[in-house]
């Protein structure tokens, strides 16, 4: 089956600094890569995806590229904002969505 | 497009007692939902695959007749915790999948907190 491993945190950061988050990813096909994030106390939302090799998905000027060759789709931002504080998933839909432990993130002022 | 509601959003029931959570796709059809369960920090576990009309698959270590699934219509599914106790306490999610949506793309609920006393 599928999994997901990503850069453990927590992670602190003052604001405007650069943001990534490490994850690679097993899959016996081509599966489908997401970053999902979640607020403290609600659900997930999808922050981006990126359906094939090479493909980059981007949203709130963060970006991630689906790397096959190395099996990765790292997370990155380059100026980060206090809002941005929250914990992050990545994921892999091959023919079940496996998540990533998830990272928090704590953005300060 | 593609909201997912859950109901409630939290809840506190006695030890023994069953509890029942609703999830709606509110604006699509979903022929699979999904239920997930995530414990504090931490990740998010998949406890069943709902599909409409047939009997919800169960993953490794979850009991079934526990945590009943039923998937009445394309755009609810339920989740019963039956007797619950102290360490059924946990944060339950659901998902649903659009149907024919491409990449196999699930869309969240906003989660349910459950708590026994």
């Known amino acids: 089956g599928n999994s997901v491993t990503q850069m453990e945190g927590p992670v602190t950061l003052s604001e405007e600094a650069f943001l990534t988050i490490n994850c690679t990813y097993t899959?016996?096909?081509?599966?489908?890569l997401f970053w999902y994030v979640q607020y403290p106390g609600e659900g997930l939302q999808l922050l981006l995806k990126?359906?094939?090799?090479?493909d980059k998905g981007s949203n709130k000027g963060f970006e991630a590229t689906y790397r096959k060759e190395t099996t990765s789709f790292h997370l990155e931002k380059g100026s980060v904002q206090v809002s941005d504080s929250a914990v992050y998933f990545c994921?892999?839909?091959?023919?079940?969505?496996?998540f990533g432990a998830g990272t928090t993130v704590t953005v300060r002022a | 497009g593609a909201v997912v509601s859950q109901h409630p959003s939290r809840v506190i029931c006695k030890s023994g007692t069953s509890v029942k959570i609703e999830c709606r796709s509110l604006d699509f059809q979903a022929t699979t939902m999904f239920w997930y369960r995530q414990f504090p920090k931490q990740s998010l576990m998949l406890m069943a695959t709902s599909n409409e009309g047939s009997k919800a698959t169960y993953e490794q270590g979850v009991e079934k007749d526990k945590f009943l699934i039923n998937h009445a219509s394309l755009t609810l599914s339920t989740l019963t915790v039956t007797s619950a106790h102290p360490e059924d306490s946990s944060f339950y999610i659901c998902?649903?999948?659009?149907?024919?949506?491409?990449?196999?793309?699930?869309?969240f609920g906003p989660g349910t907190r459950l708590t026994v006393l």
């Open positions: 994921a892999c839909n091959d023919y079940k969505l496996s």
């Open positions: 899959a016996t096909g081509y599966p489908s």
């Open positions: 998902s649903a999948r659009l149907v024919d949506y491409p990449y196999n793309e699930q869309f």
């Open positions: 990126a359906t094939k090799a090479d």
